[in-house]
């Protein structure tokens, strides 16, 4: 029987474990993996290639990179590759009407929420920002909306108090992997059938904007955490003390007995007042420097009580 050829289409680490799978698989033959163009990046500014890039040529698989998929030339190019599926995962770029039709089975998107909660840009922080308590990844054949084609397969996962933003994007990217292989071998026989996504429940992940990580200490000490841990580790929630940015990673929120006035430190352990309850900051990171538990920070930066974080 002959194997599946499959285009991956994808750019940042959150797809390397589904490309990883897909290699693996002795009934798929991906024939080419799509990736964003190379970007500048360090101090040097040299171009540098995306990690799907990277994966993909370890594998020994053509890679393609075009700046959009817009033009005709691209589309052309795409068409002429033959493949049954193309599987997409984070890539980055729109999908046109021509590309989306070519595969004989069609294209195939693995997105981390449980649709149609979360759909679009950043499911993962919105979902731990919003503080959810589960999440999940979906498998969902692409239409030309935004996330709302049919479903085909979903699996979930509940989100931790202490789970981070970083930590869920390693758990779904595992989680997904073999969840989209099932999917393409289930298409592959006829086995499956598609859901149409409800319309009740539909939430929108917008792009993570730097104004929101900017830390109000009048919110509630709940809503900070899951902002904290929403965006971390990146961009990072963050404040400033003694005239530097400092990025809070973690924190545990503490209700009992806490009280203060919001911002001012409860002890000389990093328990810092809210509007409602307290946080103690357990992960930090000064600008230029790296991440460090609150006894390594405090062990050169002493935070007395009553001290003033902004």
């Not at 086995?191 to 730097?210: C, F, H, L, N, W």
């Not at 709940?222 to 003694?242: M, N, T, V, Y």
Request: aromatic residues 4%.
């Amino acid at each position: 029987m002959a194997k599946m050829r499959v285009i991956f289409m994808g750019t940042p680490d959150f797809a390397v474990p589904t490309l990883d799978a897909l290699v693996a698989a002795s009934d798929l033959d991906v024939i080419a993996v799509y990736t964003q163009p190379p970007r500048q990046a360090g101090r040097g500014r040299n171009l540098r290639p995306t990690v799907v890039h990277d994966a993909g040529v370890a594998h020994g698989i053509p890679v393609l990179t075009p700046a959009s998929l817009k033009t005709a030339e691209a589309q052309a190019e795409f068409s002429a590759l033959g493949a049954d599926a193309a599987v997409v995962v984070a890539y980055g770029l729109i999908l046109p009407a021509a590309i989306l039709q070519a595969p004989r089975l069609g294209c195939f998107n693995l997105h981390g929420s449980l649709l149609p909660r979360w759909r679009g840009a950043a499911p993962i922080q919105r979902a731990v920002m919003a503080g959810d308590k589960v999440t999940g990844v979906c498998v969902m054949a692409m239409d030309e909306g935004l996330d709302t084609g049919p479903e085909l397969m979903r699996a979930e996962l509940p989100i931790g108090p202490a789970d981070t933003a970083g930590d869920l994007h390693d758990k779904l990217a595992r989680l997904g992997a073999p969840l989209m292989v099932e999917a393409l071998r289930a298409v592959a026989d006829d086995a499956i059938q598609s859901k149409t996504q409800p319309e009740a429940g539909v939430t929108y992940a917008r792009k993570i904007d730097k104004t929101e990580a900017r830390i109000d200490w009048n919110r509630p000490a709940e809503e900070l955490d899951c902002l904290i841990r929403g965006l971390s580790p990146f961009p990072g929630a963050w404040c400033e003390w003694q005239g530097a940015r400092i990025k809070v990673l973690l924190a545990e929120p503490v209700a009992d007995g806490a009280t203060g006035e919001p911002g001012r430190a409860l002890d000389d352990n990093l328990l810092i007042a809210c509007g409602e309850g307290a946080l103690r900051l357990l992960r930090l990171q000064r600008s230029g420097k790296g991440v460090m538990p609150a006894v390594d920070f405090l062990r050169g930066s002493p935070v007395g009580p009553g001290t003033l974080i902004s």
